[in-house]
C-alpha cells in the first residue's frame, strides 16, 4: 500500500481549505483554523516523506493539469527526505503561528498564503520535470515574499527587505531558468528520467555551464556567500515563523535542488565541481558565523547562522562531489549522508531558535539584545527552550549538531588521501573552516543566551516581558523534542540518510549495500557506526550523553558533600563602595563580542565615528560626544552597492532614449524588427 | 642566581623589633589568631597619614613580620586602617566598605583627623571623625603617626 500519494493529495486539499479559511473566516478564529489547516499540511508532508524515506516510491503524471508541459511529480528517498524535514518545520511553524498570528500579522492575506507557502515546501522537492519544479520553485518564493512583507505597514525595514528578497530571489530564478532550460533543451526531454538519460551525452562544457548557474541559483536559496545580501534583511523582518519556515526549510530546499541536479540527474562531475563547492561552503561557514559572532539582533544572528549551517552542508555536498569524481563511493556517500543529516538537524535546532525568538520579540517588543537580558526569570519556558537549540547550535555533544559536524569532519579527514593539488590544499582548509566556524558557533550563542536572556533586564521593555501563550510553547517544544531525539539517536535516521544518498545517485550507498561499504551503508545501527572499506569508528550520542549527565551529577553532590561549611548569608555585592551595580555596568552583546571584533578586524571593517561637539566660547570645552560604531556586511558593502550606483547610473543615463516623443518610439519598434529580420536571415 | 646573591650579602635591613607594645588587644582582634589581613581605606585624607603606613610596611619597619598584610578588597580583610576626617562623599563608601568586611572585624582609625577630624575639625565638607560614621577598635594618635606607632597598632591587633 503506497501511503505517498493519499499524503500528498492530503496535504494539497488541507492547504486549499487553509487558504479559504484564511479569506473567509472571522479575525477571532481565523489563525487558530489556518494554523490546524497547515500543521495538516505538514503532517502530511512528514507521513509522505517518511513513506518515501521507508523505500517507497511514487510518480505521476498529470498531463492536463498546466497547458503545453503538464505536470510530473515524483517521490524517491532523497526528496522524501526534504519533504519530511519541510513537513516537520511547518507542524511546528504553524502550531507557534496559531499563538504569534493572534497579536501580530493576522490579516486575511497573510493568514491565507501561509497554507499556500507551507505546500509548496513540501511539494518543491516532489516536481520531477523542470517546468513542474521552476512553477512550484516560484510559487514558494512568491508566496515566501508575500509573508516577509506581512507587517510592511508597522516598519519601513520590512519594505526594503521586501524588496532584496524580491530582486536576489528573482536573480536566483534566471540562474535556474538557464541552467534547466539549457539542460533540457539539449537534453531533449524536460522530465527529470530524460534528463537523466542524456546527461552522458552532453558536452562537458554544456554540463559545467548548467552546474555553475545551478550552484548560483540554489546557492542564492540557501543563503551562500556572497548570494546572502537579502538574507540579514529577510529573516529579521519577517514573522518569526514565517522566519523559521524560510531558515528551516525553505533554505534546505537550495541544497535539495544542488544534489538533485549535481548528482541524480548530471550523475556527478569532474573534481573542480566539488572543489569550487567547497571552497563557497567554507567560505559561507565562516563568514557567516563571524557576522553571527559580532551581530546585536537577535533574529540577525539566527540568520547569519542559518548561512554557516547551510555553507556546512554545502561543503559536504562539495566533498561527496570531490570523493565520487574520484571515485571514492564509499566516502562520498559518507559526505552526503552527514551533509543530509546536518539539514535534519539544522532544521530542528533553527525552527526552534527562530521560535524561541520569536517569542522574546513579542514579549519585549525589540530584537536588540544589548536592550534585552533577564528574561529567565519572567520566560522561563522561553529560555530552556531557547537554550536546548543553542546546544543544538553550537556542534558540541550532547547537542544535535555535533553528530552531523563529526560526519562531515570524519568524511574529510579519512578523505586527505584523494589525489590532486587542489584537493590536498582544499580538504584541510575545508576542516579548519569546519572548526573555526564550530568554536565561532560557540561564542555566538553563548552571547545570545547570556547576554539575551540571563543577568539583569537592560531595558524597561525586557523588564516587563512575560511568558508566550500555550501554542507558541507547544509548537516550540515540539522542535525541542525533536533536538533532543536527534541528538540521543540519530541512528535510526541512518537507513532513511543512506536510501537518500543512494537516490542521489552514489553507488557506496544505502543498505543494500555497495562498491566500498562492507556490508551496509557508510552509517548504520542505533549507535553511529562508519563503515569503510579499510576502518570502522563508532559514535554513541546516547552514552556520550548518559555520561554527560552522570558526570554533571556526580560533580554537584561531591560540591554538596564536601562543602558543609558555616550558614551561607546573602549579601550585597561589593562595587569598590559605589552601591549597588546597575544594569548599565552589565556585558552587552556588542562588548562581548568586541574582542572577536578585533581578532577579525580586517574581515569586518567595522566603522567607527566619533563626533565631538566643543561648546560655543572655547574648544577645549566639550559639550557632546557622539560615538558610533556598526559592523556593516562588508560583501554587501564593496560589492553591491557599487553595482546598484552603477545599475542607478545606467538607468538615469538610459533616461535620455525615452523623451517622450510617439515617433521616436516608433522608430525604435522599425529597427528592432529590422535587427531581429537581418539576424535571422543572416544565420538561416 | 644574582637576586639570591643580592639577598645573602645585603641580608635584613629591618630595625630589630622592638618589645610589645603596651595596651591591651581588642576583643575581635582575639579570635585572629596572630595574622591580620588589613584594607586601607582613605577616607579624606592629605596623604600624610598614607606616606607613613608605606612606611609601616616598607622594608625597614616591615609590618608584614608581625602577620598584618595590605590586601586590596574589603573582601579579603579582618582590619579596616582608617585615614583622615571623613568626608561627606566618603562616609556612605566608608559604612559600604565596612559592611563588606567578614565578622570578626577591627577598626584602626590612623591619624588625628581620623580621631578627631584634627585641624580640618568643622570644615564644610567633613562629616565627621571615623568613630562617628563606623565603630573604631583602636586610634593612633599624631599627624602624621610615626611609623613605629602604626606597626606598635597593628602589633596590638595581630598580638606578636
Known amino acids: 500500500m503506497n501511503a505517498i500519494a493519499p499524503a500528498l493529495a492530503a496535504a494539497s486539499g488541507l492547504a486549499a481549505a487553509g487558504s479559504a479559511a484564511g479569506l473567509v473566516s472571522p479575525e477571532r478564529l481565523r489563525p487558530a483554523l489556518v494554523g490546524v489547516c497547515t500543521a495538516g499540511v505538514g503532517a502530511a508532508g512528514l507521513a509522505a516523506g517518511g513513506a518515501a524515506l521507508g523505500g517507497q516510491r511514487w510518480s505521476a503524471s498529470l498531463p492536463d493539469l498546466l497547458p503545453l508541459a503538464g505536470v510530473h511529480l515524483a517521490l524517491d528517498a532523497l526528496s522524501g527526505l526534504f519533504t519530511a524535514v519541510s513537513g516537520g518545520v511547518i507542524v511546528v511553524a504553524a502550531v507557534y503561528g496559531i499563538g504569534y498570528s493572534r497579536q501580530g500579522p493576522a490579516g486575511r492575506g497573510v493568514q491565507a498564503v501561509l497554507p499556500l507557502f507551507a505546500w509548496t515546501l513540501v511539494m518543491v522537492p516532489a516536481g520531477a520535470a523542470v517546468s513542474t519544479f521552476l512553477l512550484l520553485w516560484e510559487l514558494m518564493a512568491a508566496s515566501s515574499l508575500l509573508l516577509v512583507v506581512a507587517e510592511h505597514r508597522k516598519r519601513a525595514a520590512v519594505r526594503e527587505a521586501g524588496v532584496w528578497y524580491a530582486v536576489m ?20 526531454g524536460e522530465t527529470f528520467p530524460a534528463l537523466r538519460a542524456a546527461s552522458d551525452t552532453l558536452s562537458p562544457a554544456v554540463r559545467g555551464t548548467v552546474f555553475v548557474l545551478a550552484l548560483a541559483g540554489f546557492g542564492s536559496k540557501a543563503d551562500m556567500v556572497p548570494l546572502h545580501a537579502w538574507l540579514p534583511r529577510a529573516y529579521p523582518e519577517a514573522p518569526s ?24 540527474l548530471l550523475g556527478g562531475g569532474p573534481r573542480w565541481w566539488g572543489l569550487l563547492a567547497v571552497a563557497l561552503g567554507a567560505v559561507t561557514a565562516v563568514y557567516g558565523i563571524v557576522q553571527a559572532a559580532v551581530a546585536t539582533d537577535l533574529k540577525c544572528l539566527l540568520a547569519y547562522s542559518t548561512s554557516e549551517n547551510l555553507g556546512l552542508v554545502l561543503i559536504g555536498i562539495g566533498a561527496a562531489l570531490l570523493f565520487d569524481a574520484g571515485g571514492n563511493c564509499a566516502l562520498a556517500a559518507l559526505a552526503l549522508v552527514a551533509a543530509l543529516l546536518h539539514v535534519v538537524n539544522h532544521a530542528a535546532f533553527k525552527a526552534l531558535l527562530f521560535g524561541a525568538a520569536g517569542s522574546v520579540v513579542r514579549a519585549t517588543g525589540t530584537r536588540d539584545l544589548d536592550a534585552l537580558g533577564g528574561l529567565r526569570p519572567r520566560m522561563p519556558v522561553t529560555t530552556a527552550l531557547f537554550a536546548v537549540g543553542a546546544l543544538g547550535a553550537i556542534a558540541l555533544p550532547p547537542g544535535n549538531g555535533f553528530i552531523s559536524e563529526w560526519l562531515l569532519l570524519q568524511s574529510l579527514i579519512h578523505g586527505l588521501a584523494a589525489p590532486g593539488v587542489a584537493t590536498a590544499v582544499m580538504l584541510p582548509v575545508a576542516i579548519a573552516a569546519i572548526a573555526l566556524s564550530a568554536g565561532l558557533a560557540a561564542a555566538a550563542f553563548v552571547k545570545a543566551l547570556g547576554v539575551g536572556f540571563f543577568a539583569r533586564p537592560r531595558s524597561a521593555a525586557a523588564a516587563r516581558a512575560h511568558e ?5 510553547l507547544a509548537g516550540a517544544g515540539l522542535s525541542a523534542a525533536a533536538c533532543v531525539a536527534l541528538a540521543l539517536v540519530p541512528g535510526v535516521l541512518a537507513d532513511g540518510l543512506g536510501r537518500a544518498a543512494a537516490a542521489a545517485g552514489l553507488r557506496g550507498a544505502g543498505p543494500t549495500g555497495g562498491a566500498g561499504a562492507a556490508g551496509g551503508g557508510p552509517i548504520g545501527g542505533g549507535e553511529l557506526r562508519l563503515r569503510l572499506t579499510e576502518l570502522s569508528g563508532r559514535l554513541a550520542p546516547l552514552w556520550i550523553a548518559a555520561a554527560l549527565v552522570a558526570a554533571v551529577a556526580a560533580v554537584l553532590l561531591l560540591v554538596r558533600a564536601l562543602a558543609r561549611g558555616p550558614r551561607r548569608t546573602g549579601a550585597p555585592l561589593w562595587a569598590c563602595g559605589a552601591g549597588a551595580p546597575t544594569a548599565r555596568m552589565e556585558y552587552t552583546a556588542t562588548s562581548f563580542a568586541e574582542p572577536l571584533q578585533r581578532v577579525f578586524d580586517d574581515v569586518l571593517a567595522p566603522e567607527q565615528d566619533v563626533d565631538v561637539t566643543p561648546v560655543r566660547e572655547s574648544a577645549y570645552l566639550v559639550e557632546r560626544v557622539r560615538y558610533q560604531h556598526r559592523v556593516p556586511d562588508r560583501i554587501e558593502h564593496r560589492l553591491y552597492q557599487p553595482l546598484l550606483r552603477l545599475l542607478a ?33 543572416v544565420t538561416r | 642566581m644574582d637576586l639570591l646573591r643580592k639577598i645573602r650579602e645585603i641580608g635584613r635591613v629591618a630595625e630589630p623589633a622592638p618589645p610589645h607594645p603596651e595596651g591591651e588587644v581588642p576583643p575581635s582582634a582575639r579570635e585572629l589568631h596572630g595574622s591580620a589581613q588589613v584594607r586601607h581605606v582613605d577616607a579624606g585624607s592629605c596623604n ?83 568613630a562617628d560614621i563606623v565603630p573604631v577598635d583602636l586610634e593612633v594618635p599624631g599627624c602624621p603617626p610615626e611609623p613605629a606607632a602604626i606597626v606598635a597598632a597593628l602589633r596590638r591587633v595581630t598580638g606578636r
Do not use: Q, W
Open chain 2, 48 to 130: 600624610g597619614c598614607e606616606i607613613e603606613i608605606g612606611g609601616a610596611f616598607g622594608p625597614v619597619y616591615d609590618a608584614e613580620r608581625y602577620g598584618a598584610r595590605l590586601v586590596a578588597s574589603p573582601r579579603h580583610a579582618d582590619v579596616l586602617l582608617v585615614t583622615g576626617p571623613v568626608t561627606r562623599n566618603m562616609a556612605e563608601p566608608l559604612r559600604r566598605t565596612h559592611r563588606a568586611v567578614p565578622e570578626p572585624k577591627v577598626v584602626v582609625a590612623v591619624g588625628d583627623c581620623a580621631m578627631n577630624c584634627g585641624l580640618l575639625a568643622g570644615a564644610y565638607g567633613v562629616a565627621g571623625a571615623v
Open chain 1, 649 to 681: 547610473r545606467a538607468g538615469r543615463a538610459g533616461r535620455r532614449l525615452a523623451d517622450g516623443s510617439v515617433h521616436r518610439y516608433l522608430g525604435y519598434g522599425f529597427t528592432t524588427l529590422v535587427a531581429v529580420l537581418l539576424a535571422l536571415v
Open chain 1, 169 to 188: 530571489t528573482h536573480l536566483g530564478l534566471v540562474c535556474l531558468l538557464i541552467a534547466l532550460v539549457l539542460f533540457a533543451a539539449r537534453a531533449g
Open chain 1, 241 to 264: 515563523h514565517v522566519s523559521a519556515l524560510m531558515s528551516a526549510a525553505m533554505a534546505n530546499l537550495g541544497a535539495y535542488g544542488l544534489i538533485r541536479t549535481a548528482f541524480d
Open chain 1, 468 to 472: 508566550s501563550p500555550p501554542t507558541m
